[in-house]
């Protein structure tokens, strides 16, 4: 137990702003500022298999209601519940990241008629009759940004897949150039890599070919079903601690007390079963790909830098319980209806 309380009080520094739960009320608001055509593009049932779709490059059939659709109204209801789910800090990144397609868009020498590269293609769908006695979800989604939400009641109970991606990296040139959305995810890698000792390195690095893209992929089920590289046992005290400072980066992408909920579920599996996983280059090098994962036995987290000259990141957290809602939520909507 003692070991559990040090993993939360040493980050509670990286936990950002405490928001409230209040997520039904939140729902409702966005919703009553629909109209009648935009609610039915809106609403799915929650046992609807539309509710395991998980994409994160550019669609242009996506269900749901886009950004695009929305007035200002709405779009600011529509952050407001996004803040009862996802910290501050991930808002921002959320928001920044969507306004890298303009700069694609550019860099691409696109029309303006064409919405491949759109910051406003980005899709909210509820799933289920959002209330104080439902099981519920919502999901928002788009290129590079997909969260998958359900929740009993008022209460957030499941928050992945997640997936948080970044094209450029980081931006060469332009007004915007040096903004990296995802530099700490990139710099607490690498400052986890080069704290390895020789020995560490041995096990943690298990190839020199960093894989094409995330290995989870948007599959429904998500599982690598042999861990490799080196356990959480197998570091030194203080690189356990960089690796715990890992894990609660991605994990406090969400609200405080989710997050907590979370983090209690990886120490309640056992620290002793993490893995951490790195793929590829070594040095943070324009040109140069890499990858790395953390696993354990109710999480995995993977990181990937390969494409486009390495220099377009994805990032994804899979709960291995509890992807999409979990089994054990989907029966007991199905036995209250």
């Not at 929650?46 to 007035?71: A, C, H, M, T, W």
């Not at 080196?230 to 690796?243: M, V």
């Not at 990858?291 to 709960?319: C, F, K, L, S």
Request: some cysteine.
């Amino acid at each position: 137990m003692k070991q559990f309380w040090s993993f939360i009080v040493l980050f509670s520094f990286f936990s950002g702003s405490i928001h409230a739960q209040d997520l039904v009320s939140k729902a409702k608001t966005f919703l009553d500022l629909l109209d009648s055509a935009q609610r039915v593009k809106t609403f799915y049932p929650f046992d609807n298999d539309e509710r395991y779709r998980f994409n994160f490059v550019p669609l242009d059939d996506r269900k749901g209601i886009s950004v695009n659709e929305l007035n200002a109204t709405q779009r600011t209801a529509l952050m407001k519940l996004l803040r009862t789910c996802l910290s501050e800090e991930t808002v921002k990144k959320v928001n920044s990241i969507m306004q890298l397609d303009i700069i694609l868009k550019e860099m691409e020498h696109r029309k303006p008629e064409d919405h491949f590269r759109d910051p406003g293609k980005y899709f909210v769908t509820i799933f289920g009759i959002p209330s104080d006695r439902t099981i519920w979800g919502w999901r928002f989604e788009g290129h590079h940004v997909a969260f998958h939400f359900s929740a009993d009641k008022n209460r957030l109970v499941a928050g992945t897949p997640s997936f948080l991606g970044s094209n450029p990296g980081i931006v060469l040139s332009g007004t915007q150039k040096g903004e990296e959305v995802l530099k700490d995810e990139t710099a607490r890698g690498f400052g986890l890599l080069h704290a390895l000792s020789e020995e560490e390195l041995k096990k943690a690095i298990i190839d020199s070919v960093a894989p094409r893209e995330i290995i989870t992929g948007s599959n429904r089920k998500a599982m690598i079903d042999h861990p490799s590289g080196i356990r959480y046992p197998e570091l030194s005290p203080g690189n356990q601690q960089l690796l715990l400072q890992l894990v609660n980066l991605y994990v406090r992408r969400y609200t405080k007390l989710f997050a907590d909920d979370m983090l209690k579920e990886i120490q309640g599996a056992g620290l002793e079963k993490l893995w951490f996983t790195w793929a590829g280059n070594t040095e943070h090098v324009l040109g140069k790909p890499y990858y790395y994962r953390i696993q354990g036995p109710t999480i995995i987290i993977e990181y990937d830098n390969t494409q486009n000259n390495a220099n377009h990141v994805h990032t994804v957290i899979r709960d291995l319980n509890n992807d999409f809602g979990g089994d054990l939520l989907l029966e007991h909507y199905k036995e209250s209806h």
